[in-house]
């Protein structure tokens, strides 16, 4: 995992103030805690690249990555926003699941399903960086 | 610019067009001398996908029965038809076969051309069996036509990586797999092209089609053709050249010294532009005034169709989009390159929608 220097010198600065200032909170943490967090979510990210391409998500076997190549166009800052598919405003979950249900002729993933999260995850790890604009599609 | 609206063309279709879309491109190289013209459409990128058995995936058979329906209503009839490669998904013969099926509905001679999809399976062996070589060159009416088989890439790659076909076909057919590999026409084509050209007089007017860019645009996702300057060299000496590409599923139009370049619509789905992968830089010609929406909205959107009017050797083309405006990027001879005839000094930003 790549992690930008940007984001590494805004936690040493957290850090650095933790130990100065409250050496012993409850929510203090390590740098092994960070690369175990780190590590878990880069888990769920390669599980989500795999669900991403899985012709088994939906019925047809065509996969998400065949229109969103890198994860492309799906925008995840952005939500939850209006969606005219939709006709409302919706979280990037229930989008996931227009696309399940029309282009892979599947069904709907409940929200809270590991592959819905994980789906997500690597979305949002694609787009990494993309400055916010809420609300654009 | 055409000389021929679109209610001309499409005499007869109203009722289609008044759906909306038109997965094909309609060609006309118009000639001083008015008896010489003529027309072909041009169809590309369907990716028929087998689900099982003879069960294929409806939205992908949907937009290739549309265009080849429609292809037989435009009016004056075109004297041939292009398809510009991926026929199938996966190269499967299932896929191939079906798909052949569909474009047998059309009432003129299909030229052909190899895309990745096609090929990667079995090296093309069931597509040259059911089409014949997927290069070669003819003359129609004064234009020297020229088909190169442009997804070809390394034999390292090809021949040494991968347990079967179906490993290095999967591969290949996920546009964003990093394990994929750069096209290219290649040496043996190449030598050939060079002396099919040396037959030719530079005055005409040459047709170049191949499935990927032989530009380079993106080569994450192969947006591109490795030995695209070495085909140009070629091209070059010639007083106009048109280079027709499939592949891209998007609106892109480029000039590069005499060469024109234009890309077709597909007939299965929309592709977003390289530079919403927001990880990587792409090379979209500048020229190119993106498509308003670029991505899945609905199954046709971004499907839409092209009527292509070559003037003089120059083309004008007209897209219409199912949710948007229509474009026309017409050949400006002041400035020596395609431009749209409303947006290009007055941009449009790519998307937005809500």
Redesign the interface.
């Known amino acids: 995992m790549r992690i930008k220097p940007i984001q590494t010198g805004a936690l040493g600065i957290i850090l650095a103030g933790l130990m100065i200032f409250s050496p012993a909170q409850a929510d203090e943490f390590t740098k092994a805690d960070l690369e175990l967090w780190q590590s878990e979510f880069q888990e769920v990210v390669k599980k989500g690249r795999q669900v991403f391409t899985d012709p088994g998500l939906g019925t047809n076997g065509v996969v998400c990555a065949q229109c969103h190549p890198n994860g492309a166009n799906t925008h995840p800052e952005t939500y939850p926003k209006f969606q005219k598919q939709l006709g409302k405003v919706a979280t990037l979950g229930e989008m996931i699941n227009f696309c399940i249900r029309n282009p892979l002729e599947g069904k709907d993933l409940a929200l809270d399903d590991q592959r819905m999260i994980a789906l997500q995850a690597y979305i949002a790890e694609e787009r990494r960086g993309v400055k916010l604009a809420p609300g654009k599609h | 610019m055409s000389k021929l609206n679109r209610r001309e063309l499409l005499k007869g279709a109203g009722v289609l067009l008044a759906a909306g879309t038109l997965p094909v491109s309609m060609v006309e190289m118009a000639f001083a001398d008015n008896s010489k013209n003529f027309t072909f459409a041009y169809i590309s990128d369907s990716h028929i996908?087998?689900?099982k058995g003879n069960i294929f995936?409806?939205?992908w058979d949907r937009g290739l029965i549309r265009s080849v329906a429609e292809t037989n209503l435009m009016d004056p009839k075109p004297d041939f038809v292009f398809y510009g490669g991926d026929i199938a998904q996966l190269g499967k013969k299932s896929e191939i076969d079906h798909g052949l099926e569909i474009l047998s509905g059309l009432r003129q001679k299909v030229h052909y051309v190899m895309g990745e999809h096609d090929y990667y399976l079995d090296l093309g062996e069931h597509w040259k069996k059911r089409l014949g070589p997927d290069y070669y060159s003819f003359d129609h009416k004064g234009v020297h036509f020229v088909v190169l088989n442009s997804i070809l890439t390394y034999d390292d790659w090809t021949y040494n990586r991968w347990a079967d076909g179906v490993e290095r076909m999967n591969v290949m057919a996920?546009?964003?797999d990093h394990r994929g590999s750069p096209f290219m026409v290649g040496e043996k084509q190449r030598a050939w092209l060079k002396k099919d050209l040396a037959g030719v007089d530079l005055n005409t007017p040459v047709i170049v089609f191949s499935h990927s860019p032989l530009q380079k645009i993106y080569r994450?996702?192969n947006f591109w053709t490795e030995d695209a300057e070495q085909i140009q060299a070629l091209l070059k000496p010639f007083k106009k050249v048109n280079v027709f590409y499939g592949h891209v599923h998007q609106i892109q139009y480029n000039q590069i010294g005499n060469i024109s370049f234009h890309s077709a619509m597909a007939t299965a789905?929309?592709?977003?532009y390289?530079e919403?992968?927001?990880?990587?830089a792409s090379h979209l010609p500048k020229l190119t005034v993106q498509m308003n929406?670029?991505?899945?909205?609905?199954?046709r959107d971004a499907t839409g169709w092209q009527y292509i009017d070559i003037h003089s050797g120059n083309a004008a083309m007209t897209f219409s989009l199912t949710d948007n405006s229509t474009r026309t990027v017409a050949f400006n001879p002041e400035t020596n390159r395609p431009e749209d005839t409303r947006y290009q000094n007055n941009r449009i930003p790519p998307?937005?929608?809500?």
């Open positions: 996908q087998q689900i995936v409806r939205n996920g546009l964003d994450g996702w789905w929309p592709w977003p390289p919403s992968n927001a990880k990587d929406r670029a991505d899945p909205f609905f199954e998307q937005d929608h809500y």
